[in-house]
Each structure stands twice: as structure tokens, then as C-alpha cells.
């Protein structure tokens, strides 16, 4: 379905509806809005419909989840979020097929694929992937760490570039949410405490994906999660009943809309509502999914944003793992609604997608029923199509299988994520140690033996190099697992392990900060004391072993205890007492104290 026709004057176009004449919205040389226009009148109700959709889906018919064929050519979709990615040619190879199965449709409307994180270390099937092949940096919290802009602006555009190559165009992320309640699972996925950090950093990350101005070299960034997903009560995720409030016990929401502010000056192409309630905030008491005074109010009165607004995930309908688990729909605030109900109130809250949805019944029966208009649908329509056309996917949607396999995880693109890992590490205590004995934990042996002899016993080590998890309370059920909540202090037990252990050989305690653990008890005993946000063993060992300066610095607080952040207000940045170490540190460093 590749085949390019040659107007009378010789203008090359692809021939989307199949009746060899150049219609409008087929000409490359029209003005976007024009091509727009010109394909809505075409549109019928259905097709808009399944255009207001964004589904997900795993490359290739495998899998609990439907392969893109079905979604495609019976119900018209044109948009995926994929799930996990094998490689770069399969992914790429996929993108090519459901473009060629959505070529042979009425209009030829082409497939947009998106995708959540994955070029860090974290895992998780509701919010980042690994795999694939992909450049590996650290996480969002750990470009925060090297405050960088040109740094981050640099990998982004490397993110793009990866992306795009197998068809990905575009980006669900970065988050602008801050990172103002410790116990939050999200927390690795933001820019941080601080909103003029966070600030700099999502402009930056905005400008690497999308450059100045969305075009066929683009990934388009869906900035989320609006009005600011970080004030959880007591830093309970959204995705579960236990954070179905967003809370403003310090007033200040303001500040949680500061990085907003930064994507729109930076031209992000749409935003993702949250799940959550914006309670006692002053904006309507249900999810903002579903919040007329976040979306039409807020998002587009206040900041004028008419870019896509796509719904969080599976929040009206949830969603059916065959043989694993079924997982409840995020309608918080609107239970007691029924599925139309729900559905005609996300639509006149000003939403244009439904994410995660794949019926399209469900916004037909509400256009039936005479709750939503057709001319609602248009206007949604036209920003969905608005982001096709600028893609340049109406022009080509291809990519070449075999540069994608070159490029993605190419020697260059490792090697910049590896110095982005360098950068982010942030040494909080001590110094960098040396010796040729080593006894490691939580680091790969094979990759210290490059560093030295590895023994088994601390005691015939000269030094100890320990890389521990952030602390979190494990949970019951198959996705709630996958969120690190709750607690952020070592058990007494392992915190006594490690002094003992420290006190037998100097330790270096290199501590993974997914989220800002309390380090209260670990700091007084180790030799060498580091905070990293996604590195590989190598980059961590050149640092502990002083091959590589560390020059990140805190994008959070470190909290001395959990009763200091339960004390703390969720939507204050700053707001635990006596912190351990300071955000910015070792900029101004703080003396430690047990």
C-alpha cells in the first residue's frame, strides 16, 4: 500500500481513498488546516469516533492483548499505545504492517503509535518499559539530578531519534508532575521537588523530542499529568483506590502547574489529564479525566491549550488481562455514573481521547443518545488530525526496517545515555575508595572482575561496594506490585547489617533513589556514600573508584525519617523537617548527622 502517484503537475502524493486524483487532504503542499478540513468533511460518524480512541497493543498477534489487525481494519482505530517492544526490527517491521492495513481503509487515515518510557531501568506495565534494545539513560529524576538543560536536550533528541526510527511518533511522557510527597511510586518518572528546576528540565526535554516545532522529524510529546499528579494523599498512586486524591492541604496547586506552564512555552503537542481528584484544590471534586474546570476551564481557558487532550488509561472501562487479572476502571469521583454517563462527561469536560479504550460504540451511543453533539466530535477530530498531518504521516508513515536495527542501540546512543548515567550520580558523603579486593553486592560480578580481584567475604576485601533499593512496602495484587509505595526506611534489621559490614571494611552504599529514601541510619557508617537514578555497574564502579567525577545533585529532598514526611504537607515542596540531605546538595552540603 506503498504506491505514490505523480499529480498532473508532477507533485508526487499518496493516494489515500483510492480513486487516483489528488484530493485536498492528500496534497503535501496544502497548509495543515487546509488538509484537515478537507478529511473531516469526508469523515462519518464512525470514523470519527474510532479516530477519538487510543488504544493498546502488543507487535504481532501474540499475547494477552488483541493485535493492532482487528482494531484497525473492523473497527477503524489509528491509534496504539504499544506495550512491550521485542526489538527495533519487529517494532519496526509492525509499524510498516498496520500502516499498510490502515492504507487500505475508506481514507487511508494513517496509524499514530505512541509509547510510555523506555530508555531507563524501570519496569512497570502501567508506566515504562525496557527492552528492546533501546539506549539506556537514567530515569527522568536523574536528568533532573545533572540540572543540564543541554545535557537532557541532547538525550531527548537521541529518545526521538530511537523512537521515530521504528515508528513510534509519539512520546507518552515526560511528566510535569513534582515530586513533593516522598512516598509517591511516580516519583522516579519527574523532574523533581523543585519547580524551576523541573522547569528547565521538561522545557529541554520537550525541545530534544519534538525540536521547535512539531514536524515529519517530531516525536510529539504528551505532557502529563495535569494539573500535577505529584500532591498524592499520602503518596498513594492514583492507578488504585488508595490515591484517588490529589490534596492541597498548603494551597499550593500553583506551584504544581509551574512546569505545565514550562511545556506550553516549550509547544508540547497534548497533555494526559490524571486519574485522580484535585480535591480541596477549588476545581470540581471528580478525576481529572472527567473535570470540566481542569480540561475546558484550567487547561484550555487559562493557558489557551488546544492541542489533543487524551485521557489517562482505562478509565472508564478498565482493563482485561485473559488469564491474569482484570483491572477496575479509574473512574474516581464518578462511580456511581454509568459507562455513557461517564463517557458524555469526559467528552464535554473537553477531553479528545479516550486512552486506553478500543469500542467505538461508546462514543457513538452518547452522539446517538443526543448527550454529545457531532459537532463536539469535529472539534476533537480536528486536533487528532491536526498531529497526524504535522507528523507527516499522511505523507509517509514508513520507516526503514533495516536503519532502525542500526541506529536503535547504536555504539553512540549507548555511549551518551552512559554519560548521561555519570552525570546524574550525585555524591552525597565520603570519598571515592581504592583497592584490587572487592566484595560487591547487588553489582554483577563479571563487571567487578574487570575492576579487581571479587571475593566472597567482606573480611578479605579492601573495599565493599553495596548498591541497595530504595526502600517500599510490598503490596498484594499483580499491578499494585509493580508500584514501590508506602515506607521509605530500611528495616532495622538490614540498616544494622550494613553498619556492621561497614564497620569490617570501608563500604561504599551506592543507594538506588526511585524514590528519596532515608538514608538516617546508613549515612554515619559508609566510607562513600552515593544516590543514583538508573546507572549501569560500570558507570557506578568508575564513580565509587574515583575513574569519574560525580557532579549531579539532589533533585528532592532526602527525608531523616517516615515521621518527618508524614508530618510534611503532600503539596509542599520542601516541607519535611530537617531533612538529611538538602535538594541541591552537594551544592550546599549539609554536615550528617545520626
Not at 488538509?35 to 470514523?47: A, F, G, I, N, Q
Not at 560525580?550 to 525519617?561: A, C, I, K, V, Y
Request: with cysteine; net charge negative; aromatic share 6%.
Amino acid at each position: 500500500m506503498r504506491t505514490v502517484l505523480r499529480h498532473t503537475d508532477g507533485t508526487p502524493f499518496r493516494d489515500l481513498n483510492h480513486n487516483g486524483t489528488m484530493e485536498p487532504y492528500e496534497d503535501p503542499r496544502l497548509p495543515v488546516e487546509e488538509r484537515v478540513e478537507d478529511l473531516l468533511t469526508r469523515m462519518t460518524l464512525e470514523e470519527k469516533a474510532a479516530l477519538m480512541l487510543h488504544g493498546r497493543m502488543l507487535p504481532g498477534d501474540n499475547g494477552p492483548f488483541p493485535s493492532g489487525d482487528h482494531l484497525i481494519t473492523e473497527r477503524g482505530l489509528t491509534a496504539f499505545g504499544m506495550m512491550a517492544v521485542p526489538d527495533a526490527r519487529t517494532m519496526a517491521a509492525w509499524n510498516n504492517h498496520v500502516q499498510d492495513l490502515a492504507a487500505a481503509g475508506r481514507l487511508g487515515i494513517p496509524v499514530t503509535l505512541a509509547s510510555d518510557p523506555r530508555h531507563g531501568f524501570t519496569e512497570n506495565p502501567a508506566t515504562a518499559f525496557t527492552g528492546g534494545g533501546f539506549s539506556t539513560g537514567p530515569e527522568p529524576i536523574g536528568l533532573a539530578a545533572t540540572d543540564d538543560p543541554a545535557l537532557v536536550e541532547e538525550y531527548a533528541a537521541l529518545i526521538g531519534r530511537e523512537l521515530r526510527a521504528v515508528g513510534i511518533r509519539i512520546a507518552i511522557h515526560p511528566m510535569a508532575d513534582l515530586a513533593t510527597e516522598p512516598r509517591w511510586a511516580r516519583i522516579s518518572g519527574t523532574f523533581g521537588e523543585d519547580p524551576e528546576r523541573a522547569a528547565r528540565i521538561i522545557a529541554a526535554y520537550i525541545r530534544g523530542l519534538q525540536g521547535e516545532r512539531i514536524g515529519p522529524d517530531s516525536v510529539a510529546c504528551m505532557t502529563k499529568h495535569f494539573p500535577g499528579g505529584g500532591p498524592q494523599y499520602k503518596g498513594e498512586d492514583s492507578h488504585f483506590a488508595a490515591g484517588r486524591r490529589l490534596v492541597y492541604p498548603g494551597g499550593a496547586l500553583e506551584q504544581h502547574l509551574r512546569p505545565f506552564e514550562a511545556a506550553f512555552e516549550a509547544g508540547t503537542a497534548q497533555i494526559m489529564p490524571a486519574y485522580a481528584i484535585p480535591s480541596g484544590s477549588g476545581l470540581d471534586e471528580v478525576g481529572a479525566n472527567f473535570n470540566h474546570d481542569v480540561i475546558t476551564g484550567l487547561l484550555r481557558g487559562r493557558y489557551g491549550f488546544d492541542g489533543v487532550v487524551c485521557t489517562d488509561f482505562n478509565a472508564i472501562t478498565g482493563m482485561e488481562i485473559p488469564g491474569l487479572v482484570s483491572l477496575p476502571p479509574r473512574h474516581w469521583g464518578v462511580e456511581e455514573l454509568s459507562v455513557p454517563e461517564q463517557v458524555a462527561l469526559t467528552l464535554r469536560a473537553g477531553a479528545d481521547q479516550l486512552g486506553g479504550e478500543t469500542d467505538p460504540e461508546l462514543i457513538l451511543g452518547v452522539v446517538r443518545s443526543g448527550a454529545v453533539t457531532e459537532a463536539r466530535l469535529d472539534e476533537s477530530a480536528r486536533r487528532i488530525l491536526r498531529d497526524k498531518f504535522r507528523l507527516g504521516l499522511f505523507d509517509d508513515p514508513y520507516v526503514d526496517v533495516d536503519a532502525a536495527a542500526g541506529l536503535v542501540g547504536a555504539p553512540e546512543g549507548r555511549a551518551l545515555g552512559r554519560r548521561v548515567q555519570t552525570r546524574s550520580l550525585v555524591h552525597l558523603a565520603g570519598r571515592p575508595l581504592s583497592g584490587q579486593r572487592l566484595y560487591v553486592e547487588g553489582v554483577d560480578a563479571g563487571v567487578a572482575a574487570r575492576y579487581g580481584t571479587v571475593v566472597e567475604r567482606p573480611e578479605d576485601a579492601d573495599l565493599a561496594v553495596l548498591r541497595l533499593a530504595t526502600p517500599y512496602e510490598k503490596r498484594a495484587g499483580l499491578l499494585e506490585q509493580a508500584f514501590h509505595s508506602g515506607s521509605l526506611e530500611f528495616e532495622p534489621a538490614e540498616a544494622a547489617r550494613v553498619a556492621a559490614l561497614a564497620a569490617a571494611v570501608p563500604t561504599a552504599v551506592v543507594a538506588q533513589l526511585e524514590r528519596p529514601a532515608v538514608l538516617t541510619p546508613l549515612a554515619p557508617h559508609a566510607a562513600l556514600l552515593v544516590g543514583e537514578f538508573g546507572a549501569s555497574d560500570e558507570v557506578v564502579l568508575d564513580a565509587v573508584l574515583g575513574r569519574a567525577p560525580m557532579t549531579g545533585s539532589l533533585p528532592f529532598d532526602l527525608p531523616r525519617s517516615d515521621a518527618a514526611v508524614d508530618a510534611a504537607r503532600e503539596d509542599v515542596p520542601f516541607d519535611t523537617a530537617d531533612p538529611l540531605f538538602r535538594f541541591g546538595h552537594p551544592t550546599a552540603p549539609r554536615e550528617v548527622t545520626a
